[in-house]
């Protein structure tokens, strides 16, 4: 059974950075398609951003796409989530997730496809 804790969620200022981590465990990382994904207050969950088991390929919702930046290390079984430039619409909590299927642009976004998901980090932007 893989196991993904998430970590570095808090509160901080508009425009201001944070870097969130999402470690695994129980399985082979490097197999997995890892994703981020967040849900505010009141609405549903919506993707953020993915990559490939290798990490060659990278994918992002649009409204993140210049300022947040996925990366993972498979050496360290985790996957981070560089957040630049925060806005009071990134508040949410954000869910890592892990797949096992081949990252394209469409699917990477769908969470069905994943089959493991962390518990969630919370996160404020204040104005």
């Known amino acids: 059974q893989v196991q993904l804790v998430e970590s570095g969620g808090g509160l901080v200022q508009a425009g201001g950075s944070l870097r969130l981590s999402c470690a695994t465990s129980g399985g082979t990382f490097s197999v997995y398609v890892m994703g981020w994904f967040r849900q505010a207050p009141g609405k549903e969950r919506e993707f953020v951003a993915g990559i490939s088991q290798s990490g060659e390929r990278t994918y992002y919702e649009d409204s993140v796409k210049d300022r947040f930046a996925i990366s993972r290390d498979n050496a360290r079984n985790t996957v981070y989530l560089q957040m630049n430039s925060l806005k009071p619409e990134d508040t949410a909590i954000y869910y890592c997730?892990?797949?096992?299927?081949?990252?394209?642009?469409?699917?990477?976004?769908?969470?069905?496809?994943?089959?493991?998901w962390g518990q969630g980090t919370h996160l404020t932007v204040s104005s």
């Open positions: 997730a892990a797949g096992n299927f081949f990252a394209t642009p469409q699917g990477t976004g769908i969470p069905s496809r994943y089959n493991y």
